[in-house]
């Protein structure tokens, strides 16, 4: 029996390189201006999908996404990896979302594909470092959750063991089909791309993308509909706009601030023998060190 | 007034020290306030765990002692903190940013519909003028944290929803004896009642609750080690430099992601928070990610190629140069200093 597993990811900017200009003045981050990638923890994720998916024949791996058109790009990624399908949620008011309305918007999506067994999605951000959304995900689907995953271990009649790495060991849980699963970065790293995938799924686009293209663009989905990226508005999935964007975020950003280290006198020494000698002397004569 | 709570860890039949902690960061906010500081204790055999938390300044500890509550699964902890927190509503709600905290915080808070931050390195109580609305808010909690990869520090507020939940990760938050003689009220909940069969779907398999092998926050000296390092085998240098030294070896987040340190090493807003003697900061560039959990060490040493890296500016001490050729001198000057 084939296993429908569908895996939440995230387009994130790359924080490790935030320019001074990647903030906006209200306080919520101007991701054009970055760099944005596919949330490394998501990949994580996607991998443990993969791997049930080469496991348990028939089974299927659908990635679900929110963010600006643009993320598309993380569907086909994930595509060129090895998932089936994806969709792409994207609407002016998914803007400014806390972790809380990002989950009920995700869950209005999973509700609207119906049909799975497993849900699957990286810890968390690196753009937040919160770890809440795929929790709150669980809640919203009356949904048992197990956290912090390293390891898919099985997945057969009805029931899914997991390994969790813990602060102080590990810990094998069985939870029911369907469950919502986050995934730690110390579990396996994802495969790369498969060139026949980049090949198949080169031309995959949403509609927007499609309409964007110039006239003399040939558009194949008609005839190969695995070329077609489903779009998703909040209408599509029949969310509730007040739960949704600054209205549906319980929290609120007060205010911003970039921190600079307090200047104070520091020694500078070279590496010459002299100055380390001299340096390991005196932590050794205050007792810093010894 | 509605509470401040906290609701608490059990590790190994004992109160968590995270869980202390924000005891003790719960009775200021709870005296800044003029409300009760409660206590919520969910785990099996707690018979006396009460005692463990008075003296930190609790008002009421509520236990809910129950077989299906340990070990700890999402589910019925939720189930019990969900009904406790829609009975007493209270004004905030803490936990540890722990593996459990992280698991139950955001379940009950999507439960609850209500706001929750993540990773808190400092919270504190002020208003809130929505201009917008034309209106004031009082006495809210501001929740203070580094977001985006730590190049900002973000205060985050929810003006609307309560409990108002954050969580803190261990050694951020100070652990102090409020009294030793205070006393409070003990509340047993009946959790048989608020249990359900579908609560218990998720089974504990196996477990071997293995005590961390490395523990830097307990470390007087840390030799940490950054991306700069450039490969896990010249982090060997470090692993000597501490040996002589009776040090713990960290590293920053860059270096565990590339690997060439195990998570359980990282310093720093995702990983702990500490406070040693000597910080010594060996190809560490200073990202903010990283100086929010060492800023506090009492000495610094930063070793590094850049003399412009943001380290050096809260350094005591500046080496501007090459780890590979410093720290080897480092543990040779101090083998024959130290005869």
């Known amino acids: 029996m084939g296993l429908k597993i569908i895996v939440l990811a995230k387009q994130v900017p790359d924080t490790r390189n935030v320019g001074k200009d990647a903030m906006k003045a209200d306080g919520t981050v101007n991701r054009a201006a970055l760099a944005a990638i596919f949330n490394p923890e998501d990949l994580n994720a996607l991998e443990q999908a993969l791997r049930l998916k080469d496991k348990y024949k028939d089974s299927t791996v659908t990635l679900l996404t929110m963010g600006p058109g643009r993320a598309a790009d993380i569907i086909r990624e994930g595509l060129f990896r090895g998932a089936d399908n994806g969709f792409l949620l994207t609407d002016r008011a998914f803007a400014g979302s806390d972790t809380l309305a990002t989950s009920y918007a995700l869950a209005c999506a999973i509700r609207k594909i119906g049909d799975y067994d497993l849900i699957i999605a990286g810890r968390q951000a690196i753009d937040g470092d919160t770890a809440q959304v795929g929790p709150q995900v669980a809640e919203k689907l009356h949904l048992p959750q197990v956290t912090y995953a390293e390891e898919v271990l099985k997945a057969e009649k009805g029931k899914i063991t997991i390994k969790r790495r813990l602060e102080r060991g590990v810990e094998t849980v069985e939870a029911p089909l369907p469950s919502v699963i986050t995934v730690n970065s110390s579990a396996a790293p994802c495969r790369p791309r498969a060139a026949k995938l980049l090949m198949k799924y080169k031309h995959a686009l949403t509609i927007s993308e499609r309409h964007a293209k110039a006239e003399d663009y040939i558009d194949l989905s008609a005839d190969r509909p695995y070329l077609n990226i489903q779009e998703w508005s909040v209408n599509d999935v029949e969310a509730d706009a007040k739960w949704l964007g600054l209205s549906g975020s319980p929290t609120k950003v007060k205010s911003i601030e970039n921190v600079v280290f307090q200047a104070k006198e520091a020694k500078v020494l070279t590496p010459s023998d002299a100055d380390v000698e001299g340096l390991v002397k005196e932590l050794m004569a205050n007792h810093t060190i010894g | ?339």
């Open chain 2, 1 to 339: 007034m509605n509470s401040v709570f906290v609701i608490c860890e059990i590790e190994e039949g004992k109160v968590a020290d995270v869980s202390l902690e924000l005891l003790t960061k719960g009775r200021s906010l709870a005296s800044t306030l003029q409300c009760k500081l409660e206590a919520l204790v969910l785990g099996h055999q707690l018979n006396g765990i009460e005692k463990e938390i008075f003296p930190y300044g609790a008002d009421v500890v509520h236990i809910g002692d129950d077989a299906r509550l340990a070990p700890y699964t999402t589910l019925p902890h939720a189930a019990v903190v969900n009904a406790l927190f829609r009975e007493e509503k209270p004004q905030i709600g803490l936990l540890g940013a722990t593996t459990m905290g992280r698991d139950l915080g955001p379940r009950v808070s999507s439960a609850l519909v209500s706001g929750l931050t993540a990773d808190c390195t400092a919270l504190e109580i002020g208003d809130h003028e929505d201009k917008k609305a034309g209106k004031i808010y009082k006495n809210l909690l501001y929740q203070i944290r580094p977001a985006f990869g730590g190049n900002i520090v973000a205060t985050i507020i929810n003006p609307d929803c309560r409990p108002q939940m954050a969580t803190v990760r261990e050694g951020v938050m100070k652990k102090e004896i409020f009294s030793a003689t205070h006393k409070g009220t003990v509340k047993k909940i009946d959790v048989d009642k608020l249990l359900k069969p579908e609560d218990l779907v998720v089974k504990v398999l196996e477990r071997h609750m293995e005590k961390s092998r490395v523990n830097i926050k307990n470390s007087s000296i840390i030799v940490a080690g950054g991306y700069g390092m450039g490969s896990k085998e010249n982090f060997q240098v470090l692993y000597d430099l501490a040996e002589v030294l009776g040090a713990e070896v960290g590293a920053s987040r860059a270096a565990v992601d590339a690997g060439y340190a195990d998570h359980d090493r990282q310093v720093g807003q995702t990983g702990v928070t500490v406070r040693p003697k000597l910080y010594i900061a060996c190809g560490i560039s200073g990202q903010i990610q990283h100086t929010a959990g060492m800023e506090e060490s009492a000495m610094v040493i930063a070793i590094n190629n850049d003399p412009m890296a943001p380290i050096n500016r809260m350094a005591d001490y500046v080496i501007t140069g090459d780890v590979m050729e410093v720290v080897p001198k480092m543990i040779k000057y101090y083998k024959k200093n130290s005869k």
